[in-house]
Each structure stands twice: as C-alpha cells, then as structure tokens.
C-alpha cells in the first residue's frame, strides 16, 4: 500500500487551483466576514487554517487585520500564495495537518471546503480535531465547512452535478458513495476551450451528526450549524453545512502517541 502523500492534491492541481476553482467573490467575502467574527471574540483575535492553500480565505482575513496562520502539505500550493500581494506576510507550515504542530494557540481553527473528508479514514478525522484542540484555549472554535450527502446520493449510484458552470470553463462531478466503506468516489471533470482535465479523489464521508460524535471525542461541542456563511437555517435539505465546535476540555492522549 502507498504511504498517504499530503502534498498530492497541490502537485495536481496546485499550479492552475485559482484557475480551476475560481470561486463566487461574493460568497468569499461573506465565509471571510464570518470567520473574522468568530476571530475577534476572543482575546487573540487570530486564526489557524488548515489546508490553507492558495490563501483564498487566509488573505482576505489577512486585509482584515486578523492574524492568520497556516498548515498545508502542498508546496505548490503556498508558491501561488506567495506570489500574490501580500502573501508572504502569512506564516505557513508546510506539513500533514493531521498531525503537525504549530507552537502557539489561535482564537479559531477552520478547516474548509471538505477538507474533513480525509481519505485515510475516521481515525484520520479524529486526529484532526485533536491537532485543532491543540492549537486552541478551553473556549476556542474549530470550523468545519463540508458538503452533506441526500439520501439519492447515498444510494450507492453514479451521480452527475454541476459544480461550476461560466461561458468557458464548466466542472462536471462524477460522484458515488460506498455505504460499506464510508468513501466517496469523485472524478471532476474539467471542460475549457484548451481541453479537458480529470481529477480523482477520494473522501471518507461523515455526517453532520458523526462529526458532532468525533469532535467529542477531542473535546469538542457543537455551538452552531448553518447552512452556509450567511447563518442560512441549516435543514435536512442542506447540501452543505458550516459547523462550529467550541472546546469544552482538553483531550485525552492517545495511547499510541
């Protein structure tokens, strides 16, 4: 079996990600404004992200005044931060956020866009919530942003969405969910006047309500859930949620660690 490899995603795409994934600017702009929020009520008005990327998220809190941070695997990645105004303002580690250790506490810790789908499994979840607990006093948040599946889509079959379309760039997902395994089989397609270009990935799936069961295990209790950044009511016809935990006790060690 191939050891799991952190930087992948950000060798694939990691030179064209912006380019790929564009994003809505005004739905930027509110995830930005919301997480500043939760920022600045507490005494260190600063934020960790893990995953941070391409600093989609992380230089707009930066033009906020919030002291932002980072963790990511992919070199590749924070090159394209680092090459954009003031990105080489942010201090970033380069490493699994599983696992790596920043010294120092934040007044939240956020981890975006499905990026607690990680493909190693529910173990791999766990520790993620105890490496954010790490990183925050008793009364820190850890954000969560992640799509939730409907019952069609946990049916087992192939599915088709949609996920970005523009007059010339359209990303179709190919998508299945095994119920046995927990993963979620995705291939995006990406369709452009130069070509097409595939991407495969793999995500251990957790509900809401699973998530809500790992981060008690790290010490972790919910403390809101929308629908999106703009507080939306989340329901149970949600495609996404945003969830905050608050940390309520230190967790305990693992017995391995």
């Not at 580690?93 to 250790?101: A, P």
């Not at 979620?184 to 991407?199: I, K, N, S, Y």
Request: hydrophobic share 40%.
């Amino acid at each position: 079996m191939n050891a799991y490899d952190p930087a992948r995603y950000g060798k694939l795409v990691g030179d064209d990600y912006d380019r790929l994934y564009p994003g809505d600017p005004d739905e930027t702009r509110a995830s930005v404004d919301a997480l500043a929020r939760l920022a600045r009520e507490r005494p260190q008005e600063s934020l960790l992200e893990l995953g941070i990327g391409t600093g989609r998220i992380a230089l707009g809190l930066h033009r906020l005044g919030v002291r932002v941070a980072g963790i990511d695997g992919s070199e590749a990645m924070i090159a394209q931060l680092r090459a954009k105004p003031h990105g080489d303002e942010i201090d970033v580690t380069i490493g699994d956020y599983r696992s790596t250790r920043i010294d120092e506490t934040f007044a939240t810790v956020a981890l975006l866009y499905n990026g607690i789908f990680d493909p190693r499994g529910a173990e791999a979840q766990i520790d993620i919530f105890r490496n954010a607990a790490r990183h925050l006093d008793i009364g820190g948040r850890f954000v969560v942003e992640s799509f939730v599946l409907n019952d069609r889509q946990r049916g087992g079959d192939w599915w088709i969405d949609p996920r970005y379309v523009a007059s010339s760039h359209v990303e179709l997902q190919f998508a299945r969910y095994d119920v046995a395994s927990n993963k979620v089989e995705r291939t995006l397609v990406h369709l452009r006047p130069t070509g097409l270009q595939f991407l495969a990935v793999t995500d251990t799936y957790a509900s809401p309500g699973e998530l809500d069961l790992i981060g008690r295990i790290a010490g972790f209790k919910l403390l809101a859930r929308s629908a999106g950044w703009r507080d939306e009511p989340y329901t149970a016809t949600s495609a996404r949620h945003v969830s905050v935990y608050e940390l309520f006790e230190r967790p305990q060690a693992r017995p391995d660690c």
